[in-house]
């Protein structure tokens, strides 16, 4: 199979889908990989890493697309994109369509067999090609709330690990899954008081388990929302519903029981947010405003650290990638019940049930 690796255009995108380590074993099994020129320079990947490992190197983002059965990427294609994608070509990649009708209607009319990361889902129910990225994506979201908490950027002025004789920082975690839980033990270490919310139980008896006695579990509601948001400097939401949009959480209105400067940042961006104010922000703009609540909605947060995130993703990514090159879609879907998960759209159809709901699509 001829596989394409394209470098990365969306703002402040540095990571590349395949290392030269996965160029050398996908040569190794017969397969030619076209990897455009630069792709992996943002990851710390040399043209000459590739070229070393059997890559075919193109100068231009149309040539990849051209000369290839599959794409192997890291974000959706964004709009230049969209028209160079081919009839029957394999996309693999983070999608996110239920946050994007343009880009499900540009893939249903291209007539591409789109795979999407996000909804691949092993044996035991869990998502393998979410799961690193996610781990990232909460370490980072305290990284980043506890900067904009500083009082330059219109934060309330709050260090989150307090000194002594000062009480530290509060932290509300809304999700206790991977993003719950890594923003939780990152703020933990930090030293700030922690609460985190979530629905399922047992998710809150293992955090209880393995986190510090600074980080408290409750059940998840709305009034326990209210009530905590009148006094936590920083809010995460890591809620997510696999393939679907994510819940709204936090109101507009509910944005005038929280103290000025409390900082939002929501994980869930790329599929719709956990906020009712939440808007895509960038690496270049993260952050905006709302009755003086700093909101930082970055869709691809790991992005701003390519090298840990590269090699995080394309660890877990290339057996699947292999599956694909190997067998062809339609055998490797067969055979494989979590690729199968990952079909979100083929030649034209919409195959993933939460899309058709999203989007009230017919089903086919």
Known sequence: MKIGVPKEIKNYESRVAVTPAGVFELVNCGHQVFVQEGAGEGSGFSDDDYKETGAYMLPTIEAVYAMTDMIVKVKEPIAYEYNLVKKNQIVFTYFHFASSRELTEAMINSKAVCIAY???????????????????????????????????????????????????????????GVVGVQAAKMAAGLGAHVTILDINMKRLRYVNDVMPSHVVTEFSSVYNIKKHIKNHDLIIGAVLIPGAKAPSLITRDMLKEMRPGTVLVDVAVDQGGCFETTMPTTHDDPTFII??????????????????STLALTNVTLPYVLKLANMGWEKACEQNADLRSGLSIVKGEVVAKELLEVFDLPLV
């Open 291 to 308: 009755d003086d609540i700093v909101h930082y909605c970055v869709a691809n947060m790991p992005g701003a650290v390519p090298y840990t």
């Open 118 to 176: 996000e909804t691949v889902t092993d044996a035991e129910g869990t998502l393998p090609l979410l799961t690193p990225m996610s781990e990232v994506a909460g370490r980072m979201a305290i990284q980043q709330g506890a900067k904009y908490l500083e009082k330059p950027i219109k934060g309330r002025g709050v260090l989150l690990g307090g000194v002594p004789g000062v009480p530290p920082g509060k932290v509300l975690v809304l999700g206790a």
